[in-house]
């Protein structure tokens, strides 16, 4: 996954800033948003993919005074924890399954 950021975005400061990941959508943006906007310093997380022609999408957060960039490391690391919790939870359940 290639993420950097929208140029021209430095003047906002490190607590503002648009992050452009390339090969993403919907898919990703949206689980990340949820993810994020549940943070306590995030003033604003919010996604657009602004061509559907284009792969890619921009992600903006705004917070209060974490970095930006900290807050999507933050933000990519716990939605990696909440889809490795997903799959060994669906592996489970099928393992149960198939032992009726």
Do not use: W
Not at 4 to 14: I, K, R, W, Y
Not at 42 to 71: D, N, S, W
Request: contains cysteine; hydrophobic residues 30%; negative net charge.
């Amino acid at each position: 996954m290639k993420i950097s950021e929208l140029p021209g975005d430095e003047d906002s400061g490190a607590t503002c800033r648009t992050y452009v990941f390339q090969n993403e959508s919907h898919t990703l943006g949206n689980a990340l948003k949820c993810i994020i906007n549940r943070y306590e310093d995030v003033q604003f997380c919010g996604y657009t993919v602004p061509h559907p022609a284009e792969a890619k999408m921009h992600f903006r957060i705004q917070t209060y005074e974490t970095p930006a960039l900290e807050v999507l490391k933050r933000g990519l690391k716990d939605l990696q924890k909440v889809c490795d919790h997903t799959i060994d939870l669906f592996e489970k359940e099928v393992k149960e399954f198939n032992k009726i």
